[in-house]
């Protein structure tokens, strides 16, 4: 998928005033308008630590810590964990944020997209070994998960990993605010995780349009076989 293809959407903050609806839960304008204000440069760039031991599955905080995903606005912090744990959850998805794990990285893209199938792709390195994991509900990013429609595993590559490697670093991936200011009534949410040397990070992005965040999740969605109609993808 080429940079053509992506569909920029324009920003839709001035029509907060009548509510954003997240998967059925309607955000009111005081909370996304007031909150937009209230979150300063530094809000969203405080260090993450990686949780040793997890809260239980079904947990609020099992995915993403609280305040991972916006650090100056509760309730849509919670709102937004919510939706994407439900996701995660269908796609039986671990926690990268916490739990077991012996040295290494790993990072996931968690694609929602409002009227496409939900699709995650995830990359776990251990020693040298390097493995792609990518799963697809026959559901909507705006509605319900739905059920697996499709499943892929294989180890990558040398050069997909350095390219990868490469890719995170022209992101700045690691200091990347973790929240948004940018709102939309419909598109698309772009999670992208990461866990490594005892760090984890987390950047979400609406529909954001070409550049060298979304080379990185396009590159992930390409590693995993995807080849999403230039229609579908926003």
């Known amino acids: ?9 324009n920003t839709r903050t001035n029509t907060i005033a009548s509510g ?12 996304l308008a007031s909150a ?7 809000c969203a760039t405080k260090k993450l630590s990686f949780r040793p031991e997890c809260p239980s599955l079904d947990a609020g905080d099992y ?11 509760p309730k849509v912090d ?38 496409h199938h939900p699709i995650a792709v995830r990359i776990e390195k251990v020693g040298s070994l390097a493995t792609l994991s990518a799963v ?30 490469a890719k995170l670093d022209q992101a700045r991936f690691w200091e990347m605010r973790r929240d948004q200011d940018r709102f939309g009534s419909d598109g698309a949410q772009w999670i ?3 866990v490594d040397n005892g760090q984890y ?4 992005r609406w529909s954001p349009g070409p550049g060298a965040y979304s080379d990185v999740c396009i590159l992930l969605l390409d590693f995993a076989g995807f080849r999403i109609p230039p229609a579908e993808f926003y």
Not at 137 to 152: N, Q, Y
């Open 63 to 73: 995915y993403f810590p609280e305040g991972a995903l916006d650090s100056s606005r």
């Open 36 to 42: 937009i204000l209230l979150c300063s440069g530094s």
């Open 136 to 165: 697809e509900l026959d559901g909507t990013g705006g509605h319900a998960p739905g059920t697996t429609v499709k499943r892929t595993r294989r180890d990558l590559s040398a050069a997909e990993e350095s390219k990868l490697v």
């Open 1 to 9: 998928m080429r940079h053509h293809d992506l569909v920029s959407r």
């Open 20 to 31: 954003y609806s997240l998967i059925g839960i309607r955000v009111t304008a005081t909370i």
């Open 78 to 115: 919670r709102i937004l964990r919510d939706w994407y744990s439900k996701y995660l959850r269908a796609m039986q998805e671990p926690s990268l944020s916490c739990g077991p794990r012996a040295d290494g990285e790993a990072y996931r893209f968690l694609w929602l997209r409002s009227f």
């Open 192 to 194: 992208l995780e990461g």
């Open 201 to 204: 990070q987390v950047v979400q």
